[in-house]
């Protein structure tokens, strides 16, 4: 065996040194019984989110990208207005829930991909748009820089990547008191809602940032950040990012 076959994964053909995506992917979204009640607890608003891509040129002719599809909700609503949607996830669960609701649809322009933001390798014409939301998150910091590179490699100079997550806007030294505060948001129960023990998990096992560390690695990928929204709570960001 050579240096580098001992390097790469058994069986996959990437490099040893590479982030299991799949690994961090989040024990909730490998779990066949959270991904059954996902639409139930988390609503994507897609209709306008495709509504305000659509105000910003998303048209018949536009190749979509969405890295993060889980169960596909706005890669279903984008499919009827645009050419093209791949819809990439890491998670086989949600893959395989994603693919029973696009036969269901006929969704015939959706691209079902199991990939990630490390792994995806875009074929064909660039997109104008990608899209994802609360995926990020999923990654280290130094693999999200790496994950926002990709994606401005996917685009066409000028397209748009819609960027949703969990970002916390606040000082370090307030962390304490913001988490605290949006843990207690949770509830009991996962039926319907998200808990509080689903947000310390995402708090305590997952990647969540600060934007004064996120909004860097974007402009530095080769963004322009046209709008950047931030919840009352400093815990939520929605950003518009023009490749340049």
């Known amino acids: 065996m050579t240096v580098t076959d001992a390097a790469r994964t058994a069986g996959t053909g990437q490099p040893g040194w590479l982030l299991d995506e799949v690994a961090s992917a989040g024990r909730e979204n490998l779990d066949a019984e959270h991904v059954a009640r996902y639409d139930g607890k988390e609503d994507a608003d897609a209709a306008a ?135 207690a948001t949770g509830g009991d129960v996962v039926e319907g809602e998200w808990s509080r023990a689903e947000h310390e998990e995402h708090v305590r096992d997952e990647h969540s940032t600060f934007t004064w560390l996120l909004e860097p690695m974007i402009t530095r990928a080769g963004f322009a950040i046209e709008v950047a929204e931030h919840s009352e709570d400093g815990i939520f960001a929605k950003y518009l990012l023009r490749a340049v």
């Open 49 to 183: 989110e495709v509504a305000l891509l659509q105000h910003l040129g998303l048209g018949a002719g536009s190749v979509v990208v969405e890295i993060g599809t889980g169960t596909g909700q706005f890669a279903l609503a984008a499919a009827p207005v645009c050419a093209r949607v791949v819809a990439v996830d890491v998670s086989p669960v949600m893959l395989d829930l994603l693919r029973s609701k696009t036969a269901a649809a006929g969704a015939h322009s959706v691209e079902v991909v199991q990939a990630g933001f490390l792994t995806y390798e875009h074929h064909g014409e660039p997109a104008d748009v990608v899209y994802t939301r609360y995926a990020l998150h999923h990654l280290p910091d130094a693999w999200k820089a790496i994950a926002l590179v990709r994606m401005r490699q996917m685009l066409r100079s000028g397209g748009l990547l819609r960027l949703w997550d969990v970002v916390y806007d606040f000082p370090a030294d307030q962390a304490t008191e913001r988490l605290e505060a949006w843990c």
